[in-house]
């Protein structure tokens, strides 16, 4: 019987039960006194014999055959796994391959199981970009594990299955190729193959469904989403990491004041007790960032180790003003990105980077054409005066957030900094009251476009998409973090024309 590359021990043997004529390989093994249960735990001798008895080469065999170590803990060659690493009561298959290998219900023997189908973390098949199916629940376990007759059984069911559709996904092709190939030397690969499948998944569910995300109740395609979110960070090393934890918290609506409740399902899961020592590399990662850029207080215990109590600070170098204009730099203060230092200095806050402070030069330039555009042509542009606000359309604050899908604060600041007309209508509604001009909404919109709209437009979650824009170095407007995210339209376009 000729071995598969990528099949693993217990396949062989219910395929060679199944090519003598046996009913089940169970009743295979018991003719012949062929020592199962050693070889379902992987054991060394009973590889060697199966081998032995199908003529194929022993070490290729134990390549591709998951040791179990007891209490749920299982390796394949150096690579550790958990029992929630694979799907053991039910057998999973491609319905493609299975019509294209397996004429009869007569000929399962020829079909041989993949390693790769075992394992949770592989939804679809690469060759035929489709998801993989599960077979019905047996009652006995000692059932399910018999490849062959399973297929045999079953051979009609799966005929009669819709195939669906999966688009390639790079998560599962590293996850397949880590299996079948051995880990290579990146960062992601030094964690277990355990904590790195689904580390991936859970980081992704946290970035496409937010904070309030359950870990349960998602589909297999939602999973497949999610793995690739997650690899896409993930396989960039713990730097990655640190900055996608980091835009978590300036996604708008989001709490970033109480790490347990902003990162959600991914803090959750690491704080799980079912986890074993494996996962305290990813931890250590986690846990590092948490002090670096969140105070937590004294004592607090973050995934298992105490807080010192130490104010948070910003981990990333300090830009400089330097070679700013003296106007620039007081500008900066009013917009909430520098403050006055004890010496008198201008320093930028913490979260402001060079790329923020190139952003804000572009905007100063571009209203200050757009203002002697509007002088020169007397035509209408972002900020009208007050003779044309008079007549303008207007709207409330709350409506000119939702229009421009931005928060209340969000339409507050741009108003506050001239970038949107606002009157003051304290003579028609209570003291103090605002509203924007709609003309002025309207232009503001003709350049700029926020993440809320954005969003909305491709029908993609912000989380992600956010992410996105930021490993494409997509310039936001320059304000504080705890506002809504907000880009230059012809930047966006250029983005989506060659992304999405």
Avoid at 336 to 342: M, Q
């Amino acid at each position: 019987m000729p071995h598969a590359a990528f099949e693993p021990a217990s396949s062989l043997l219910s395929r060679l039960a199944a090519r003598g004529g046996a009913v089940s390989m169970q009743r295979f093994c018991g003719d012949i006194a062929f020592p199962i249960d050693p070889l379902f735990r992987g054991e060394k001798v009973a590889i060697e014999q199966l081998a032995q008895l199908a003529g194929c080469d022993a070490a290729a065999l134990e390549w591709v055959s998951v040791r179990h170590l007891g209490k749920g803990h299982f390796r394949l060659r150096d690579e550790f796994a958990s029992l929630q690493s694979f799907q053991r009561r039910r057998i999973r298959v491609c319905p493609e391959c299975i019509r294209s290998e397996m004429p009869s219900a007569s000929e399962s023997w020829r079909v041989p199981r993949r390693l790769q189908w075992k394992f949770s973390s592989i939804r679809s098949c690469p060759e035929h970009n489709c998801m993989l199916i599960s077979f019905p629940a047996e009652k006995l376990h000692k059932d399910a594990r018999d490849f062959a007759a399973q297929l045999r059984k079953h051979h009609g069911w799966i005929l009669d299955q819709p195939v669906v559709k999966a688009p390639p996904s790079p998560f599962e092709a590293y996850i397949s190729n880590r299996i079948l190939s051995g880990r290579g030397d990146r960062w992601i690969d030094r964690l277990e193959l355990n904590v790195a499948s689904r580390a991936c998944e859970v980081l992704g569910l946290r970035i496409a469904r937010g904070p309030d995300a359950a870990l349960a109740g998602h589909s297999e395609p939602d999973w497949m989403i999610y793995g690739a979110l997650g690899y896409d960070i993930l396989k960039d090393g713990p730097d990655a990491l640190s900055e996608c934890l980091i835009a978590m918290a300036r996604v708008d609506g989001v709490d970033g004041r109480f790490f347990g409740r902003l990162f959600g399902p991914w803090m959750a899961w690491l704080k799980s007790r079912s986890l074993g020592d494996e996962f305290e590399p990813l931890r250590d990662v986690v846990r590092r960032h948490v002090f670096d850029n969140i105070s937590v207080r004294r004592g607090v215990l973050v995934l298992g180790v105490p807080s010192k109590g130490i104010a948070s600070s910003n981990p990333q170098k300090s830009v400089s003003l330097k070679g700013l204009a003296k106007r620039n730099a007081e500008d900066l203060i009013c917009r909430g990105l520098a403050k006055r230092h004890a010496s008198g200095g201008i320093v930028p806050m913490n979260f402001v980077t060079q790329q923020m402070l190139d952003a804000y030069e572009r905007e100063k330039k571009f209203f200050r054409n757009a203002k002697r555009s509007s002088e020169g042509e007397k035509s209408r542009t972002f900020v009208s005066d007050e003779i044309n606000a008079a007549g303008d359309s207007r709207l409330s604050i709350g409506d000119a957030a939702g229009q421009f899908r931005v928060t209340a604060k969000t339409v507050g600041y741009l108003i506050q900094h001239g970038m949107l007309c606002g009157v003051d209508t304290s003579e028609l509604y209570r003291r103090g009251a605002t509203v924007v001009t709609a003309d002025s909404l309207t232009r503001f919109r003709e350049t700029f476009i926020s993440l809320g709209e954005f969003a909305e437009l491709v029908q993609r979650p912000q989380g992600a998409l956010s992410m996105k824009l930021r490993n494409a170095n997509v310039a936001l407007l320059a304000m504080p973090y705890d506002l809504s995210r907000i880009y230059w339209r012809g930047d966006v376009s250029a983005y989506a024309t060659t992304k999405i």
